[in-house]
């Protein structure tokens, strides 16, 4: 028996099927809200709206959990790699040997980047900001694809554009990298892993603790559900745009501070600590005081109220990879007091602050050699089979239906046109 809601309103009461998940998260369905009551809701910055439902992903932010089709993300760092992670989220089980080896070479057969690409990456200036220019190359691909623009792609046109998206990220933003210090493109080569490929790409050669350090950091940023990025994805796609603005828009939308821009921001703000002669005890007491606009960048989440899983593994592997690289970063140390001090400074606890994400992610691509306007990139090539999959979920859901909030219109009422 359906579980119902009942809505007292001042006028008239009305009944809200419940909806459960399969995890016991539980939802109103306010689908006929207004047609029966005349009223929407209103939920700035959707902190309690789900846009949709999914099969993807799992997360518990009170009890940190991250689970990708059901498979815990520590358990997938520890085992797998991250074309096997992206097979699983793009499809919703784990690929045999051949079916791993097809997806593979179907993401190799894009690796060829289009000549007015190569010209329009060398037009770019040296610095500017990479995200900038993901945003635009991803967006510029649908100039070269028109066979992959239709509305209603087919089945195999999909797994087309979502195998060409995937490789052509990893090539254009180790492409772009290579133009801003100087040097020639180094082409893709098929008989690497993706992440040992994208490594080549950007480096030549390939150091297997670079190349691993890599592919587990990708498969930690895969998918993440309904975040800002991901919701921007679903949003665009919803009007039946191309797969090319769609992931374009996703890209736009995580370069923000507040969501993956954040890697490059704790950088910075370690940087600045470091700077100011390392007192990170004053630089909080900065965070604290209402009247400074200072955030401890990495910190805090809109869902996790508790440590975010995937922060605990990239401190893990912060440690394990400077070590095997024989690298000392001053900056590891000032975000381990960072974190040990904020931990137990009542301002963070009673918000439920804690490491995110993007805490340590970025001393992890230091180490690698990564510069730091690229560290916002590396986030994008980790979650764009998230992106795909979430994209790819919604368009296959004959219930699809554009995006299109509602409002609560507060401005002028009724009046006529004077010119003063
Ligand atoms: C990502 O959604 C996802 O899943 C995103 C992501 C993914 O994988 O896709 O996990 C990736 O975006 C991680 C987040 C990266 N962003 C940062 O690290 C930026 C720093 N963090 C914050 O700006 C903030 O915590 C957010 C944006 C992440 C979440 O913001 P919310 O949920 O809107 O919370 P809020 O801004 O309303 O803060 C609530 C309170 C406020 O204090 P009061 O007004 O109650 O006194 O907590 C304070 C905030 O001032 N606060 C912080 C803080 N984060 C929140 N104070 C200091 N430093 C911080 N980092």
Request: glycine share 8%.
């Amino acid at each position: 028996m359906a579980k119902i809601a009942t809505l007292k309103l001042p006028e008239s009461e009305c009944e809200l099927p419940i909806l459960e998940g399969s995890e016991g998260e539980r939802a109103i369905d306010i689908t006929k809200l207004r047609a029966q009551t005349g009223y929407v809701t209103l939920d700035n910055g959707y902190m309690n709206t789900g846009a949709c439902t999914s099969n993807i992903t799992f997360l518990d932010g009170e009890k940190g959990i991250l689970r990708y089709r059901g498979i815990d993300i520590a358990e997938l760092a520890e085992k797998s790699n991250f074309m096997e992670v992206a097979y699983l989220l793009l499809n919703g089980n784990v690929p045999n040997n051949k079916e791993l080896k097809g997806f593979e070479q179907k993401i190799n057969s894009f690796g060829q980047t289009p000549q007015a690409l190569q010209k329009m990456i060398a037009a770019y200036p040296r610095n500017a900001h990479p995200m900038g220019v993901m945003s635009s190359l991803i967006s510029s691909l649908s100039a070269f694809y028109p066979e992959l623009l239709d509305q209603d792609l087919s089945v195999e046109k999909r797994e087309q554009v979502s195998c060409l998206v995937l490789k052509q990220i990893q090539v254009l933003s180790a492409a772009f990298y290579r133009h801003s210090v100087g040097k020639e493109k180094i082409e893709s080569n098929a008989q690497l892993d993706y992440a040992s490929d994208f490594v080549h790409q950007m480096f030549g050669e390939v150091d297997e603790t670079v190349a691993r350090a890599i592919d587990v950091l990708l498969i930690l940023h895969a998918d993440h559900e309904q975040n800002c990025s991901t919701s921007t994805v679903r949003m665009v796609g919803s009007s039946k745009a191309n797969l090319f603005a769609t992931i374009s828009a996703g890209i736009s939308a995580l370069w923000g501070p507040l969501h993956g821009g954040a890697n490059q921001q704790v950088v910075e703000m370690l940087e600045q600590i470091q700077a100011a002669g390392g007192g990170y005890k004053k630089f909080l007491e900065e965070v604290k005081d209402k009247s400074s606009s200072t955030r401890l960048m990495g910190f805090g989440h809109r869902v996790y109220k508790n440590f975010d899983p995937r922060a605990k593994l990239i401190k893990k592997a912060a440690d394990d990879v400077l070590t095997r690289l024989g690298v000392q970063d001053p900056l590891l140390d000032i975000a381990k007091g960072l974190e040990e001090e904020a931990l137990k400074d009542e301002y963070f606890v009673s918000r439920k602050l804690y490491p995110n994400v993007d805490f340590y992610s970025g001393i992890i691509y230091r180490a690698l050699g990564i510069p730091t306007n690229m560290f916002t990139v590396m986030f994008a090539l980790g979650r764009m089979p998230g992106w795909i999959a979430q994209w790819k979920e919604m368009v296959e859901d004959p219930s699809m239906k554009i995006c299109r909030p509602r409002q609560i219109y507060t401005g002028a009422q009724l009046t006529s046109f004077h010119r003063p």
